[in-house]
């Protein structure tokens, strides 16, 4: 596997379009399954997310919270390869934890 295989691992709030591949946790708003769109807000900014195929929407709904895994198209667009909802996720929790670290 090469280093195009990963994904950077990153805040959404520090997303610049510029990666290859990411990994972002935030909360899912604006989705519309039929134009396969939504938007992941962070805490200060939001992803516009496009995704491939219908079935990658089925079980999702706004307010979810989501790790996305996906190919940057502009500053603020994500092409969506793999999605996983976080149930139970406390989002709160993992930004102090993320300050807290310095990352």
Same mark, same amino acid.
């Given at each position: 596997?090469?280093? %195009?295989?990963?994904?950077?691992?990153?805040? *959404?709030?520090?997303? &610049? +379009?510029?990666? =290859?591949?990411?990994?972002?946790? +935030?909360?899912?708003?604006? *989705?519309?399954? $039929?134009?396969?769109?939504?938007?992941?807000? +962070?805490? &200060?900014?939001?992803?516009?997310? %496009?995704?491939?195929?219908?079935?990658?929407? =089925? #079980?999702? =709904? #706004? !307010?979810? &919270?989501?790790?996305?895994?996906?190919?940057?198209?502009?500053?603020?667009?994500?092409?969506?390869?793999?999605?996983? $909802?976080?149930? !139970?996720?406390?989002?709160?929790?993992?930004?102090?934890?993320?300050?807290?670290? +310095?990352?």
């Amino acid at each position: 596997m090469s280093d %195009e295989d990963f994904a950077q691992e990153i805040i *959404l709030e520090n997303f &610049t +379009g510029l990666e =290859k591949k990411v990994s972002v946790i +935030g909360v899912l708003k604006e *989705l519309n399954k $039929e134009s396969l769109k939504a938007k992941l807000t +962070g805490k &200060t900014k939001s992803l516009n997310l %496009e995704f491939e195929e219908k079935e990658q929407l =089925k #079980n999702l =709904k #706004n !307010d979810d &919270t989501l790790r996305v895994i996906g190919v940057p198209k502009e500053s603020l667009s994500l092409k969506v390869e793999t999605v996983h $909802e976080l149930k !139970d996720f406390d989002f709160q929790l993992f930004e102090k934890v993320r300050k807290a670290e +310095g990352k």
